[in-house]
């Protein structure tokens, strides 16, 4: 009876360990922006995307990921999805890496701006929307945090804030600004 108890735990082991290698090295083999044709995740990037909002929402990963909460503005259920957290000047920030055909901002807007943001905890908070005109630096910052954001944005980390000016416009910058204390359901 011991042995079979080990071998259901050898093979779930197995499993795990093939599925955070699915995780780890599929995003990496394929190209980035295959992952988010037409500006939409494709099934794939939407399973993976899943497997990112439990691991930031947990707090697995350090504090500039996090799951972003938002009502959706036509059915009102919470959507979460993973996003990259810049900061700049002592600011937190939240970059829109596919630009202003994201759904989740076309939400923040729709929810004027009240958000939960969760890594191990729940914080809600207020999302300001940053002028275009003070964009480019804070895109750049995003840029050398958020990795999966490089082949979206047209630009080059290491490039010159100058060079972001023409792009600063297309890309949607929240800042993060604290609000009430979110209650855990049911407390």
Same mark, same amino acid.
């Given at each position: 009876m011991v042995k079979r108890h080990h071998g259901f735990w050898t093979r779930a082991m197995k499993y795990l360990a093939?599925?955070?290698? !699915?995780?780890?090295l599929v $995003? !990496?083999?394929? $190209?980035?922006?295959?992952l988010y044709r037409h500006g939409r995740p494709n099934r794939l990037a939407r399973l993976l995307n899943r497997g990112w909002v439990i691991a930031h929402s947990a707090g697995l990963w350090p504090s500039r990921f996090v799951?972003?909460?938002?009502p959706g503005r036509r059915t009102?259920?919470?959507?979460?999805? $993973?996003l990259a957290v810049a900061d700049y000047r002592g600011e937190r920030y939240l970059v829109a890496m596919l630009g202003e055909g994201s759904s989740w901002v076309r939400?923040?807007? !729709? !929810?004027?701006?009240r958000v939960v943001l969760r890594h191990g905890r729940r914080e809600a908070v207020r999302l300001e929307e940053v002028d275009p005109a003070a964009r480019p630096p804070i895109v750049r910052r995003y840029l050398s945090v958020a990795p999966g954001a490089r082949p979206h944005i047209p630009v080059d980390r290491h490039a010159p804030v100058e060079d972001f000016d023409?792009?600063?416009?297309?890309? $949607?910058?929240?800042?993060v600004a604290t609000d009430q204390p979110a209650h855990e359901p049911g407390g």
């Amino acid at each position: 009876m011991v042995k079979r108890h080990h071998g259901f735990w050898t093979r779930a082991m197995k499993y795990l360990a093939l599925a955070a290698i !699915a995780v780890l090295l599929v $995003p !990496a083999l394929l $190209p980035k922006r295959w992952l988010y044709r037409h500006g939409r995740p494709n099934r794939l990037a939407r399973l993976l995307n899943r497997g990112w909002v439990i691991a930031h929402s947990a707090g697995l990963w350090p504090s500039r990921f996090v799951t972003l909460e938002v009502p959706g503005r036509r059915t009102g259920r919470v959507i979460s999805l $993973p996003l990259a957290v810049a900061d700049y000047r002592g600011e937190r920030y939240l970059v829109a890496m596919l630009g202003e055909g994201s759904s989740w901002v076309r939400n923040v807007r !729709a !929810a004027g701006g009240r958000v939960v943001l969760r890594h191990g905890r729940r914080e809600a908070v207020r999302l300001e929307e940053v002028d275009p005109a003070a964009r480019p630096p804070i895109v750049r910052r995003y840029l050398s945090v958020a990795p999966g954001a490089r082949p979206h944005i047209p630009v080059d980390r290491h490039a010159p804030v100058e060079d972001f000016d023409r792009i600063a416009a297309q890309i $949607p910058v929240f800042r993060v600004a604290t609000d009430q204390p979110a209650h855990e359901p049911g407390g």
